[in-house]
């Protein structure tokens, strides 16, 4: 079994900033890519950065030059640095990874539950 754990999420004001972060754990033998989307109510769920292997990363166009992803050291948890927010950044953000269980696996996608971040105006 597979778990993604989420922090930092919280209440903040508009211009300021959030940092998120995510750990895998559980039986997932390689990671390929790890990444973060965002689901606001009434909205459909979209990508808001991701990182691979390499340390290749995409960004949603709205959140360029402002958020920023990056890798721990452990190559199993990922980060968002979220600065100069907007009320509009106000979702749940998942966290998200692609991995195999075993060399014989094929990936697959791993969800974390999720974590509030409200900007107020």
């Known amino acids: 079994q597979v778990q993604l754990v989420e922090s930092g999420g919280g209440l903040v004001q508009a211009g300021g900033s959030l940092r998120l972060s995510c750990a895998a754990s559980?039986?997932?033998?390689?990671?390929?890519?790890m990444g973060w989307y965002r689901q606001a109510p009434g909205k459909q769920r979209e990508l808001v950065a991701s990182?691979?292997?390499?340390?290749?990363?995409l960004y949603t166009d709205s959140v360029k030059g402002r958020f920023t992803i990056s890798r721990g050291n452990a190559k199993n948890t990922v980060y968002l640095q979220m600065n100069s927010l907007k009320p509009e950044d106000t979702a749940v953000y998942l966290c998200?990874?692609?991995?195999?269980?075993?060399?014989?696996?094929?990936?697959?996608?791993?969800w974390g539950q999720g974590t509030q971040v409200t900007v107020s105006s």
């Open positions: 990182i691979n292997i390499v340390g290749t990363t």
């Open positions: 559980g039986s997932i033998f390689s990671i390929n890519a």
């Open positions: 998200n990874a692609i991995g195999a269980r075993g060399p014989r696996y094929q990936p697959e996608d791993y």
